[in-house]
């Protein structure tokens, strides 16, 4: 991986996406939302605007001297700090990933931005698309979500379905339970009919596994995400789990841990599972960048995450 990218990250490794290289084009937490389940705390520019957040030129000139230099993933990932589809040029990623590599192209999206027709137009490009939807109307969208002014669940949905009809590849439904706040069984079915209505290729149930933006949000345990997954039925996976997961270890380098940490703040526990790794060896190097003052350490809940201190 060359040295000093700002827009890159990783490659990442990931259980579902093998090797990911991590693009980020908006500034840190700069999103339509401000959800109250958020792994990088609250969002302090909520915004709905499109616009060119970062330079696309800069992006397309780190991919190349990535593809030059190292050019191994097993996919190209739209993902970070904040919304991707913010960025009005981001379908130039995956015009360049067609273009320059035969690499597949990943965009993890919270779909707010679905309603506008370019927006879908370049989410087309990407190979695979995850949208969220963890809500059944706009009260609970506004409890959950804590939306940008104008970003309504019924443009949400709308713009979700529309993007479905259009859209060949595979398509992904993430839906976050907060317990005691949409994990009861009754507003589950509700959630549960409108994702059915996407016919997505998989549903990811996932809930709080990190650190959230707000105190009192909390996971439901794993016995009632079970349940839950059973109501959205067999596409349904449960994602949020860190433990073990077996098979071969994922190496991951300094750099990647780092760029990981600065997007997700996690124990060193929850990577190693994420990694099948030994806890012993990534404990090493987070206490390594924590001793330089690169890493912070906080208590939540008892256990002990390790957050990046670069936010730029
Ligand atoms: S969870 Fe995703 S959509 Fe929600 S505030 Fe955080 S970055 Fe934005």
């Known amino acids: 991986m060359p040295k000093n990218l700002k827009h890159l990250f990783g490659p990442v490794p990931s259980r579902r996406l093998g090797r990911s290289l991590g693009v980020d084009l908006i500034p840190f937490k700069t999103c339509t939302m401000d959800c109250t389940f958020c792994q990088l705390g609250e969002t302090p520019c909520v915004v709905s605007e499109r616009g060119d957040y970062v330079s696309m030129q800069d992006v ?21 700090s904040g919304e991707p589809t913010l960025h009005e040029h981001f379908g130039d990623v995956f015009r360049w990933a067609k273009e320059h590599t035969d690499i597949a192209t990943v965009l993890l999206t919270n779909g707010t931005l679905m309603h506008d027709p370019d927006v879908r137009a370049d989410a087309a490009l990407a190979n695979k698309v995850k949208v969220t939807l963890s809500a059944w109307d706009e009260i609970s969208f ?8 104008g970003v309504t669940f019924d443009l949400l949905v709308k713009g979700e379905q529309a993007f479905r009809h259009e859209y060949l590849g ?28 996407l016919s997505p290729d998989r549903i990811d149930i996932n809930t709080v596994v990190r650190p959230p933006a707000v105190k009192g949000i909390s996971a439901s345990p794993e016995e009632q995400l079970e349940a839950i997954a059973e109501i959205f039925g067999p596409t349904a996976t449960i994602t949020a789990s860190f433990k073990r997961q077996g098979g071969v270890s994922l190496e991951i380098s300094d750099e990647a841990l780092l ?54």
């Open 60 to 80: 397309l000139a780190e991919l190349n001297r990535w593809l030059e230099k190292d050019g191994q993933a097993d996919h190209i990932t739209l993902a970070g």
């Open 142 to 149: 506004q409890q959950i979500h804590r939306p940008a002014q």
């Open 170 to 197: 595979e398509l992904s439904v993430e839906v976050f339970i907060i317990e005691g706040v949409n994990s009861q069984f009754s507003n589950v079915r509700k959630i549960a009919e409108i994702v059915q209505s």
């Open 259 to 312: 760029g990981l940490l600065k997007r997700h703040p996690a124990t060193c526990k929850q990577l190693a599972a994420e990694f099948n790794y030994p806890a012993d060896k990534i404990f090493k190097s987070l206490k390594k960048f924590a001793a330089v003052g690169v890493l912070r350490e906080e208590v939540r809940d008892g256990d002990v995450y390790f957050f990046s201190r670069d936010k730029d």
